[in-house]
């Protein structure tokens, strides 16, 4: 039996060490058993563990091509904004730059995402395309009526919203079937394979899937997102509707093992 949804993460021999094994995991455990994981993998062999519902692809056979091309062009932009030594970002940069850490303007870092997304969304046949981080581990049986319930007819996307800011994307599902599904998603790759990311005030993932967002609202005349947040701007992922099933090991919460700001 197969289901709307199908999801997607990716990770390097680090990542797969420190989280995502424990990821693919309880994903094989606790999410419905129609609803299939894709893992893209990066410098590593495909790991010995087989599931029924996972399956694994190489980062760099399915999109190394075109993300090796992003990196050159990224190159000069980072370093220009970073500094070849990895100095303040704010040293570096002309104009009004968003106080905060290196990962703000670290486009290449966080263009795996991107680009493991675009790939995959043009390969499934699912209605809903999902993207999960590597570090949200499941930690109770899923219902399907639960990702039933978090989409929603005529919303593009369901993301976790926080106030004033880009939303937090650990967590993304897009509706194929949205009127706006291909214009955000040429918008995104005008961003990335063309570079105008450039021209944004912060280069991470997050702010470029707002970016694409804001320029389809601004088309659209109307919001084309579900919010899956509680209004918080600390960790909504958890504290909101998602934190009933997954917990998102951000930072040092992958030392700990938990999200101390769940409660469940």
Known sequence: MESDFDVVTTFHQEGYDKYGERMVETFNEFWPKEVHLTCYYEDMEEPLHQYGN?????????????YDAFSKIAAPWEEKVLGPEGEDPRSH??????PGSRYLFEATRFSHKYYTV???????????????DADVVATKKIP????QSI??????????NRPNVYP????????????????????????????????????HDSYVWWAAERYVEKEAGKSVSVNLGDGSSKHPFVTGILGQYLDHLKGKRKDTGYSPERIV
């Open 54 to 66: 996972v399956s694994w692809r190489q980062f760099e056979e399915e999109v190394g091509e075109r």
């Open 93 to 98: 940069r002309q104009g009004p730059v968003t």
């Open 118 to 132: 675009d790939d995959f969304r043009q390969k499934s046949d699912s209605r809903y395309i999902v993207w999960c």
């Open 144 to 147: 399907l009526e639960f990702l």
């Open 151 to 160: 989409v929603k007819e005529g919303k593009l996307w369901s993301r976790i």
């Open 168 to 203: 937090e994307c650990g967590f993304m599902i897009w509706d194929t079937q949205n009127e706006w599904y291909d214009r955000y998603f040429q918008l995104m790759k005008w961003m990335y394979d063309d570079g105008a990311l450039f021209q944004l005030e912060e280069w």
